[in-house]
Each structure stands twice: as C-alpha cells, then as structure tokens.
C-alpha cells in the first residue's frame, strides 16, 4: 500500500547514504556499516540531547534524531546541521576551550563534541550532509508528503507518480541535475574550491541507486492491476495504449480462463466483466471513458485507504491475536476478534480459558513426546558405541546401515513402479 511506498523511500534514502559512503571502522551493524550513517546518528544524538549545555540555545535549532525508524530522519538531519554548521562549529569550539579539553581528555561529553566539530569543520563531510540534505527536500520529503495526502488515497494517481519521480531521477542523472536539485551544494563546492564534477558523480550514482532500489520495490504499481488508474489518466495518448494492453493480454489469454481463480484475483476490479470490458474496448478505440467505466475503477481503487494511522492499528491488532484463536478458528478471525472495540471479556473468556487449557494441555503432550524420544536417542547411541571395539567396527557398521537403507529404498521404488503400470 501507500504507507509501504512511504517505508520504501525512506530505505531508499537509507541506501544512498549507505552506498556513497565507506564502512566505518568503530561500528558494524547486520544490515549494514556506513560511516555516513555513523556520523548522523551519533552527530544528532549529540547536538539534540546537549543543545543547552553545548550553548547552542538561540543559535540553532534542536537537531532531531537520526535514526533508521523515523522516516526520512537522516535526511532532515544533515539539512539542518549543514544550515547551521557554522553556528555549530563556533559554540561547539567555545565549549571545548571553556572545559580545556579541546585537544584531548575530559569525559564522554567531551569526545563526542570534537566528533561534532571535526564533522562540521570537514569540508567533505559538509559536501556530503548538503548533498544528502537537498536530495531529501527535492525528492524523498515531497513524495512522502504526497503519499501521505487524502488519507492514503492515492492509489489512482500510482502511475502517474511513478513517472515523475522517474523523470526527477533521470533528470539527476543528467550532467544538469545538478543545478535543477542541488543549488546549496554547487555554491558550497564553489565556495571551498571544490570540483563541480564531483558533485555530479554524487548525483548520478544516487540517482542510479534510488532508481534500482524504487523500481524494484515498487514496480507492482506500475503494473496491472494495480496500474489501472492509467485507464484515467489525463493524457489520451496513455488511456489508449494502457486499453489496448489489456485488450491484447486477453487476447492472448494472459489473464486465464474465465471463472478461474486466477483470473478473478488479477481482475478483481471487474474490468473483464460482460458490462465492462466492451467500455474498455472503447478506451482502446476511441481513448474515451464512459462514466460507468470511471466509477467501478474509481470505487474499486481510488477508495482503498492506506494510511499511517490505520496500518499502525492493524498492526497492533495483529501482534494481540492469540495462537489459541487462530489455531481455533484461523488467522482472519483472530485478527477480528482482537480488534474488536467492545469489551468480549466477560462473554468470551470461559470459551478462551478451556481452549487455552487444551492447548497447555497438547504442548506439555508434544515436550513430554520430544523428551522421551531424546532419551530413547541418547540411550541408543550409549549402547552403540559400547558395543563397538574399534573405529574400524564404527566404520563398517555405518557402511551397512547405508547399503541397507539403499537397497529398502530401490526395493521401495520398484514396487511402487510395478504398482503404477
């Protein structure tokens, strides 16, 4: 839905400050090791929990936390501490002088403040934070922003979505996007006699890393049947090749036969029904919508909501839901039941305490069962190898149970061929 679309972008951008980095020798997580990352955690969680005491109050504002579970966080990170990298370099400098720990010693306050001011005072470090920050506010923060508009219902203009972003990327990925994206970072560049071909190489390999990981995540929406809000679409132009599309896939049996399983589930806005795939003919002919075509895919897509809120419900619902009750009477009405809003308790839990006694019940059988047959294992092995004199016996005897089982297993084999002729 819309809100993974959210998550995706927010990965995305996760990814190119990943990938245009280099590990980072002091941390190693599973997923990965950057030390772009590295700096912005640790950088904001310095400057957002000491603020005050670093004498930052009424020079800058409070940075927020970098972290990977707060979207596009990373990227309003290195926005707001490049805008104030001076500010920050100049109180940060003046603390370190006051405590005399400016080239060495003190506590663990004191370490991470020089972090922050080597950081600030770096000029590839800065190239970086302003090169990141603008690819978040041109990119990543209006598309966000979008998806999370009318509640989540967005889903008819996926498509059309979709190809301006991909325009933006193919945009940057050009020797100009730099000065239609990154107009801070250019004149910084100028400033500190950086060269311009740098900051493009930035560009074009993010723009081909945000290109690889959105497409492959988020390619289902710019694919039926999720992409028929093309039939709606303001241009003529696509309305018509998107009808035509879907009049040569059922021409060619793409969506299966009729009344199946499969072709239900791929159509399941109806648009190969007797009263509505002639309206989509007349797309494919003419480029015209009918009014009843509009409303069925309206209704059936533009309707379905995916918002933040409502995911976070859902998901809260499913991590209630009891094993007992789904093993009962299956996921979809555990689900249900334990997103309820009225209180079952007093109607319900005489039925939910026999059912989870039974269960307590069938799990102590299932241990006491896996317990014996430990002990039977673990018994049989004690005698086996009391029994055996030398490896040499080992050896053979393991030999034997091989050639033994091979040949129950061929004699196995041939009986169930002659049974099948």
């Not at 107009?183 to 190489?201: K, P």
């Not at 299956?330 to 997103?339: D, E, F, I, M, T």
Request: hydrophobic share 45%.
């Amino acid at each position: 839905g819309v809100v993974c679309c959210i998550h995706i972008l927010h990965d995305a951008f996760l990814d190119i400050c990943v990938k245009l980095s280099v590990p980072c020798p002091a941390w190693n997580r599973d997923s990965h090791n950057s030390v772009t990352v590295w700096f912005l955690e640790q950088i904001s969680t310095t400057l957002h929990n000491h603020h005050t005491i670093l004498g930052l109050d009424g020079f800058a504002v409070i940075i927020k936390l970098g972290m990977e579970t707060r979207w596009n966080s990373y990227g309003d990170v290195a926005a707001a501490v490049f805008t104030y990298r001076v500010v920050i370099r100049l109180r940060v400098r003046a603390f370190l002088e006051d405590r005399e720990t400016l080239d060495g010693g003190g506590v663990e306050l004191d370490e991470k403040a020089r972090l922050v001011l080597w950081a600030v005072s770096d000029e590839w470090t800065m190239l970086v934070f302003s090169f990141l920050g603008e690819i978040s506010r041109a990119l990543i923060s209006p598309a966000i922003f979008w998806l999370q508009r009318n509640e989540g219902r967005n889903l008819l203009a996926m498509p059309k979505f979709m190809r301006s972003l991909f325009a933006e990327l193919a945009l940057l990925d050009q020797d100009e996007g730099a000065d239609a994206f990154l107009h801070e970072t250019l004149a910084f560049a100028r400033h500190r006699g950086i060269a311009r071909e740098r900051v493009q190489r930035l560009a074009r390999d993010a723009a081909h890393f945000l290109s690889v990981y959105v497409s492959n995540r988020m390619g289902p929406f710019d694919r039926f049947p999720w992409s028929v809000g093309v039939l709606l679409d303001d241009d003529e132009r696509l309305r018509v090749a998107y009808a035509r599309a879907l009049v040569t896939a059922e021409r060619n049996g793409w969506f299966g036969r009729a009344g199946t399983a499969e072709r239900e589930k791929l159509d399941f806005v109806g648009l190969l029904s007797k009263e509505m795939w002639p309206l989509v003919v007349d797309v494919a002919n003419t480029g015209a919508v009918a009014r009843k075509l509009h409303q069925r895919v309206t209704l059936m897509i533009g309707t379905i909501i995916n918002e933040t809120s409502g995911s976070e419900r859902l998901v809260k619902t499913a991590r209630a839901t009891e094993g007992t009750t789904i093993k009962l009477g299956g996921l979809a009405a555990a689900v249900r039941a334990a997103g309820v809003p009225y209180d079952t308790g007093p109607h319900l839990e005489p039925f939910m305490a026999a059912a989870r006694a039974a269960e307590n019940e069938r799990q102590d059988a299932v241990r006491e069962a896996r317990e014996l047959l430990r002990v039977s294992v673990r018994e049989t092995a004690v005698r086996a190898t009391e029994e055996l004199t030398t490896l040499e016996d080992a050896i053979s005897l393991e030999r034997d149970d091989a050639a033994a089982l091979a040949t129950a297993l061929t004699a196995r084999r041939g009986a169930a061929e002659v049974r099948s002729r």
